[in-house]
């Protein structure tokens, strides 16, 4: 007969080869951001890469895009999501957080990247090669930039001598003194107040890339654009360094190598994005002025003492690098 004792030791083995048995469930992480899910920034970019991801995590984990600001709203708090864990990754802004970002400030500077590739290939070299500080809180995943910052206007701007008494919505202290510099009158309004202020007259217009204009209908009230380059806005897919920690080495490597698929979507991305929103624009009427280089030269003049102010606020070698990465892109040395 068998004992109670040998039952239960029988019955406790096959419960432990039984839970040995099960496969491990594969961590579900996040990847947060407050633009819109139905954005082609999300459905063209982020979700093809958690997906990309997804594919070559080999059941480690997955990676599920959280849009609209679902597990934060604030585009500046970004950054505290991740590193306080409520998200695993999000797109941050570093030149918002000048104290652990002081180099990134070098990509807002009027008159230097003339589109988002070659600012995207400019930051992330610089990145890869150890030349931007990154602060200790977050790991980075991926860097790149925004299309220059430009004019749209109510009026049509033809020269930089144009923009003298308008006032312009403008982010950050960069492109607040920049209009400054051009005589214009920099006003500090939240992007999604913008169209309706211009509509009404306490707005001449405001600064953004094509992407911002087409997202939030700038054009619906600002019929006329002058593409002098007033900065790009540098951005970064960061990631909890403790959710980075615990993943395993094959892990670590799909997120490296996510780095550089990021590079190969943008490039894609803006391309056709700059494209349709031109074409749509155009095609309703809307006038695109394009400065001459001597126009441009004449704002990197005026902006002299604003460059002067943020390459010494960088680290060494931040800004040469940059114009560096610039000229090298254009030459096409990459």
């Not at 996510?258 to 074409?279: F, H, K, P, T």
């Amino acid at each position: 007969m068998t004992s109670l004792k040998t039952l239960l030791l029988g019955t406790a083995l096959t419960g432990a080869i039984g839970v040995a048995a099960l496969p491990a469930l594969a961590r579900e992480m996040t990847l947060a951001t407050y633009l819109p899910a139905n954005s082609a920034f999300v459905t063209d970019l982020l979700e093809p890469l958690a997906a990309w991801i997804n594919e070559r995590a080999n059941g480690e984990f997955s990676l599920e895009v959280f849009a609209g600001g679902t597990l934060g709203r604030d585009p500046g708090q970004q950054d505290r999501i991740v590193s306080s864990g409520i998200a695993d990754l999000a797109v941050i802004v570093p030149g918002r957080n000048a104290g652990t970002y002081p180099d990134w400030g070098v990509f807002e500077l009027p008159g230097l990247a003339r589109s988002a590739e070659e600012g995207s290939f400019a930051v992330w070299r610089m990145h890869n090669e150890g030349t931007l500080r990154t602060g200790d809180e977050l790991h980075m995943v991926a860097a790149w930039t925004t299309d220059p910052y430009i004019f749209h206007t109510s009026t049509p701007i033809e020269s930089p001598a144009d923009v003298q008494g308008l006032r312009v919505r403008v982010l950050g202290q960069t492109q607040t003194e920049s209009v400054l510099a051009m005589g214009g009158v920099p006003q500090g309004v939240s992007i999604t107040e913008t169209p309706e202020a211009i509509s009404r007259g306490t707005l001449d217009g405001a600064l953004a890339d094509w992407s911002v204009f087409d997202i939030f209908r700038l054009g619906e009230v600002a019929h006329y654009s002058y593409e002098i380059p007033l900065g790009v806005l540098a951005m970064a897919l960061v990631m909890n360094p403790d959710s980075y920690g615990e993943l395993s080495a094959e892990g670590q490597a799909v997120m490296a190598e996510a780095g550089e698929e990021w590079q190969r979507l943008l490039v894609a991305y803006y391309g056709r994005e700059r494209a349709r929103i031109l074409d749509t624009y155009t095609a309703r009427g809307h006038v695109i002025h394009t400065p001459t280089e001597a126009q441009i030269a004449d704002v990197i003049e005026a902006t002299a003492a604003l460059r002067e102010q943020v390459a010494g606020a960088a680290g060494d070698g931040v800004m040469a690098a940059y114009e560096q990465a610039l000229t090298d892109y254009r030459s096409g040395t990459r």
